[in-house]
């Protein structure tokens, strides 16, 4: 009496098999060098569409945040998946998951409006979800001086909703 037995061929299945990759693939059995790394990604110069709410002081004309905005902004890694983020001269810091999940934690920044510069409270989340889009959802909060010279600041407080592209 003979018996064989035959070894099945196990299949093989590409793709990223890095668990810290935004692309990882659970089920696969071969690395095939596609992982794509939202640290890695999410640096270089991003093309911004902003959608920010008015600033209303309650003293005529509301203040567009958009105006105040660059066309672009240059994101950098700064090691540990901490970035940075240059918006026209001001460093917005922030971290990044292994998923793409950007978190800005609350911190002080300097805005132009209108020839003046200004301490603004910013702080937000988004999300780099392919190598060429994302978006972030910020909060810039803080006080205006009016009238110079008289300390009476007004509090403002307004969102933007930020695409990205590259």
Not at 36 to 59: F, M, N, R
């Amino acid at each position: 009496m003979v018996i064989t037995s035959c070894k099945k061929d196990e299949q093989i299945i590409e793709g990223c098999t890095d668990s810290s990759a935004m692309n990882y693939l659970s089920n696969a059995t071969s690395n095939n060098g596609s992982c794509i790394y939202a640290y890695d990604i999410a640096q270089g110069t991003w093309s911004i569409s902003p959608d920010c709410d008015e600033i209303d002081l309650g003293l005529g004309d509301p203040i567009s945040l958009n105006e105040q905005m660059p066309e672009s902004v240059d994101v950098v890694g700064n090691g540990n998946s901490s970035l940075s983020i240059d918006m026209n001269g001001s460093q917005v810091s922030g971290d990044i998951d292994n998923e793409g999940n950007i978190v800005v934690n609350e911190q002080t920044i300097s805005i132009d409006f209108s020839g003046f510069p200004i301490p603004v409270q910013v702080s937000g989340t988004g999300k780099i979800e392919s190598e060429n889009s994302g978006y972030m959802d910020l909060t810039y909060s803080g006080e205006i001086d009016i009238i110079p010279n008289i300390p009476i600041p007004i509090p403002f407080s307004t969102t933007c909703h930020i695409l990205l592209s590259k």
